[in-house]
């Protein structure tokens, strides 16, 4: 079995800080790992993965995630958060040549940045 | 706008009733898969259909049930509807069977709200 935590419901930060949304997950084998983020009444956007090699990944508007297999930890960060990043973020994971296993997302954690 | 188009966005109902809520994957995607998204139960995936056939079930209850047509659109039929069926009902598709790194493209959702 796979699942995902997302260890806080909401996290809080000051616009131009820096921000960190935590994700651990649980697999057996090598992982498959996903940040999708979804902005109030729309459905949810993909931001970046993790397949293999370097454990920072770059995604789409600036997010990075770092993958860290010791922890079992794919932490999703921006080094200066904007008003706009406000959403709901979710991390998913699938193990590595799993046949046909899905996509198991975490229970999602809310950002909201402050003016 | 996702390339995933899902109606109604909204349908209000009452108990024991059915609806069907359909899904048109992005054009070339032969996956198409259901997730369930509710405030205490997270994002949690009901099933998944690859080019007509399914291919991978979830968490779906027994009064749920879903298929994929020869032209690739998906409905999934909600019957005997409960008060706990309230939820915003997502339609994601991929290119292929969704092994391994592939993203999942999502809808905008279908809100359904049972009175």
């Known amino acids: 079995a796979q699942s995902v935590a997302q260890p806080e419901d909401q996290v809080n930060v000051a616009e131009g800080n820096p921000l960190t949304v935590k994700c651990t997950y649980s697999?057996?084998?090598?992982?498959?790992l996903f940040w999708y983020v979804q902005y109030p009444n729309r459905g949810l956007q993909f931001l970046l993965k993790y397949i293999t090699g370097d454990n920072l990944v770059k995604g789409s508007y600036g997010f990075e995630a770092e993958f860290n297999k010791s922890q079992t930890s794919f932490h999703l960060k921006k080094p200066s958060a904007l008003v706009s990043d406000s959403a709901l973020y979710f991390c998913?994971?699938?193990?590595?040549?799993?046949?046909?296993?899905?996509?198991?997302f975490g229970k999602g954690t809310m950002l909201l940045v402050s003016p | 706008d996702s390339g995933v188009t899902q109606t109604p966005k909204h349908l209000i109902t009452a108990t024991g009733q059915r609806v069907t809520l359909r899904c048109s994957p992005r054009?070339?995607?032969?996956?198409v898969y259901w997730y369930q998204q509710s405030l205490d139960q997270g994002l949690q995936f009901l099933i998944q259909?690859?080019?007509?056939?399914?291919?991978a079930k979830g968490n779906i209850l027994e009064r749920f049930s879903a298929q994929q047509f020869p032209d690739l659109h998906s409905e999934l039929n909600l019957s005997s509807l409960e008060l706990g069926d309230s939820a915003l009902y997502f339609c994601a598709s991929s290119l292929d069977t969704g092994i391994g790194a592939n993203v999942l493209t999502f809808g905008a959702g279908s809100r359904l709200t049972v009175l």
């Open positions: 054009s070339g995607d032969l996956s």
């Open positions: 998913a994971v699938r193990a590595l040549n799993s046949g046909y296993s899905t996509l198991t």
């Open positions: 697999v057996s084998g090598n992982p498959y």
């Open positions: 259909y690859y080019n007509g056939e399914e291919r």
